[in-house]
């Protein structure tokens, strides 16, 4: 096995939905031209509600596809998947390159099994999700870029058996 030196760190990557921004401003246009035609709906706190509601969308659009979002940190000494705590690789039995069935389609993930009995504090969605496909310990595959799922699955290669 060959050690690495440095930490790898995997961003997810989301297809862009450009319809979401798209209609959130054909809204705002439209409730601009309403206060135009009608000015006192300026003092109508349902205007107020939708306007806030297209700001916010598109915050949060933002959010989502301009801002960079962890999926794993892979180190020579653990892994960590999104927001969780590390896994030491000492814990790890072997990873599974496996299906799991996600709001009714078939993604491609990896699955790391650990050893039995694991002393670590699990948070509420890998407690939800430990009883599904999608383990505990799972990389969502389907959500990175072709070139990040090679290196990806090489490095895991590295640290653990990977099972296809």
């Known amino acids: 096995m060959k ?5 790898q760190v995997f961003y997810y990557h989301f297809k862009t939905n450009w319809v979401w921004p798209v209609l959130t401003l054909l809204l705002a246009a439209l409730l601009m031209n309403c206060l135009r035609h009608w000015p006192a709906f300026i ?7 939708l306007l806030g509601c297209c700001v ?3 915050v949060l659009w933002g959010i989502k596809y301009l801002l960079p979002h962890k ?3 892979i180190d020579d000494k653990y892994i960590k ?5 590390p896994l030491p690789w000492r814990l790890v039995a072997c990873a599974e390159l496996k ?3 996600i709001f009714g389609r078939k993604l491609p993930i990896i699955a790391i099994r650990t050893k039995k009995p694991i002393r670590y504090r699990f948070n509420l969605l890998q ?4 009883k599904s496909d999608f383990t505990a310990f799972s990389i969502a595959l389907y959500a990175l870029t072709p070139k990040d799922v090679n290196r990806i699955t090489a490095l895991i290669a590295e640290k ?3 099972i296809s």
């Open 71 to 73: 999926m794993a940190v």
């Open 43 to 49: 003092y109508w706190w349902q205007m107020w509600a």
């Open 3 to 7: 050690k690495t030196a440095v930490q």
């Open 81 to 85: 998947i999104d927001h969780c705590r």
């Open 99 to 101: 299906e799991a069935r």
């Open 56 to 58: 916010y969308s598109l």
């Open 160 to 162: 653990t058996i990977l």
């Open 127 to 130: 407690l939800w999700c430990d």
